[in-house]
């Protein structure tokens, strides 16, 4: 149960659906049902979010597409006089997680949604690209699966709320 109010919260699923799922399943629904009453609930949440703020979603793509380039060509003049291994490992991590926080907070009514439309949209577009090369598919496809999961790291991130974080004192 917690892994499905986790991800309805993460997927901005609304709050009264999410209690009356939570309330059908105290009642003695299985939690396979839950888990499929989730998926059918993300799934909604996604699309109403993605699809009534259209422009929107489209900018943040745009952005992270363009964002991807740019930040291809600062870090690769930014390694270039100094080509040690460690950093360029750390910003080949932090760029797909920079890029998915961006695209994220470009769009808050559906921020991890947007990321995973962004992944999807860039990976789609490299296999297009590499059409006439089959053996580059492994390559890219490789690659998709950790940019996705840095992406969704990034989409994460844009989720948190700015006054989520509790000070004590």
């Given at each position: 149960?917690?892994?499905?109010?986790?991800?309805?919260?993460?997927f901005?699923?609304?709050?009264?659906l999410?209690?009356?799922l939570?309330?059908?399943w105290?009642?003695?629904?299985s939690?396979?049902?839950?888990?499929?009453?989730?998926?059918?609930?993300?799934?909604?949440?996604?699309w109403?979010?993605?699809?009534h703020?259209?422009?929107?979603?489209?900018?943040?793509?745009?952005?992270g597409?363009?964002?991807?380039?740019?930040?291809?060509?600062?870090?690769?003049?930014?390694l270039?006089?100094?080509?040690?291994?460690?950093?360029?490992?750390l910003l080949f991590?932090?760029?797909?997680?920079?890029?998915g926080?961006?695209?994220?907070?470009l769009?808050?009514?559906?921020?991890?949604?947007?990321?995973l439309l962004f992944?999807?949209?860039f990976?789609s577009v490299a296999?297009?690209n590499?059409?006439h090369?089959?053996?580059a598919?492994?390559v890219?496809?490789l690659?998709?699966?950790w940019l996705t999961?840095?992406?969704?790291?990034?989409?994460?991130?844009a989720t948190?709320?700015?006054?989520?974080i509790?000070?004590p004192?």
């Open positions: 149960m917690k892994v499905a109010l986790w991800l309805m919260n993460r901005q699923v609304d709050s009264s999410t209690g009356d939570i309330e059908e105290a009642t003695g629904r939690t396979k049902w839950l888990l499929w009453q989730t998926c059918v609930a993300i799934m909604s949440a996604l109403t979010g993605l699809w703020h259209k422009l929107r979603t489209l900018g943040a793509v745009a952005a597409l363009f964002g991807w380039g740019l930040l291809l060509n600062a870090f690769t003049y930014a270039s006089p100094f080509p040690h291994f460690p950093i360029g490992l991590v932090l760029r797909p997680i920079v890029l926080w961006i695209v994220g907070r769009q808050p009514t559906q921020p991890l949604g947007t990321a992944i999807a949209v990976i296999l297009w590499s059409r090369s089959p053996a598919y492994g890219i496809l690659l998709g699966s999961l840095t992406t969704i790291v990034g989409g994460l991130l948190r709320k700015r006054n989520s509790l000070i004192g």
